[in-house]
């Protein structure tokens, strides 16, 4: 018996970094994937992650959808609960940052960045929540950062974002515990995605490094296994709860 086996999970943003991470873990732990991707340009590639994951041997689907428009996660839904019958597992991984300091910042920025990183979240969550409470059961897992818990200049939108996700969790957390539906979020430190290319080489890397006691950028697996964790039963008394996986860089 497998940690996801008979289980049915959703993750936005799939195709590539922390995303891809999860689908690859889940599929591998026994779980049916349903994964988005947004851009027109990702099509290819989720087509090819969909077929890895079915070579699994579990049930595995790509589907195109912004996970910025309400519209949108409310199809998303509705054609995943026709295609896989119910969902147990939502990882609101999707997200995007837009660093600039605050005297540059544009509103474009700012609300670009809470559209993806939290209103999604939130058109997510609301749509899941139908068939969760109907199973009485159900594993919710955003995606925050421990930029959310500890600001960084430069990084004012995304930290107010990734803080934004947290307090929504505890929240449905509170209101849904009774329904056995969990929510929980993860807060990852630097996790070397196309996310942080630009920190990957050179001095800075060698100096953000310095300051994370374990001595080393995070991979998507490192990721992945946490969020495993809060999506199988191993977890069923852990909720509102936000995990740090950063290395230690927030002690
Ligand atoms: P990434 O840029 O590699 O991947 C982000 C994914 O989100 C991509 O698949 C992208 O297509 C998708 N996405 C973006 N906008 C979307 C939208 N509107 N609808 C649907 N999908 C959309 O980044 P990553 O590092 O894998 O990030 C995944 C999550 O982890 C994000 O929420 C990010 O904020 C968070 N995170 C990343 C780090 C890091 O260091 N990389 C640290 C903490 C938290």
């Known amino acids: 018996m497998k940690l996801l086996d008979n289980k049915v999970a959703i993750v936005t943003g799939g195709t590539r970094g922390i995303g891809e991470g999860i689908a690859q873990l889940f599929a591998a732990h026994g779980a049916q994937v349903a994964f ?5 340009s990702s099509a290819e590639k989720a087509t090819t992650l969909a077929a890895a994951l079915q070579a699994k041997g579990v049930k595995a689907k790509a589907y195109q959808s912004n996970a910025a428009d309400p519209q949108a996660c409310e199809a998303l839904v509705t054609d995943v609960l026709k295609e896989f019958g119910t969902i147990d597992i939502c990882v609101n991984n999707a997200g995007i940052s837009k660093d600039n300091l605050l ?19 939130f058109y997510m969550t609301k749509q899941v929540i139908r068939p969760m409470m109907k199973a009485r059961s159900g594993s919710i897992i955003n995606m925050s950062s421990v930029i959310g818990e500890m600001g960084n200049a430069g990084q004012s939108s995304y930290a107010a974002s990734k803080a934004g996700v947290i307090g929504f969790t505890k929240s449905i957390a509170k209101e849904l515990g009774s329904r056995n539906i969990r929510c929980n979020a993860i807060a990852p430190g630097f996790v070397e995605t196309d996310m942080t ?52 860089l927030n002690i």
Do not use: H
């Open 103 to 121: 005297m540059r910042m544009t509103n474009e920025q700012w609300e670009e960045v809470m559209r993806v990183n939290l209103n999604s979240v």
């Open 197 to 248: 290319q630009y920190l990957q080489a050179g001095e800075a890397a060698e100096k953000y490094k310095a300051g994370i006691p374990l001595g080393r950028f995070a991979s998507a697996a490192d990721i992945a296994n946490v969020t495993l964790f809060l999506a199988s039963d191993l977890s069923a008394y852990v909720t509102g709860q936000t995990i740090s996986a950063c290395g230690g």
């Open 36 to 40: 988005t991707y947004v851009s027109d």
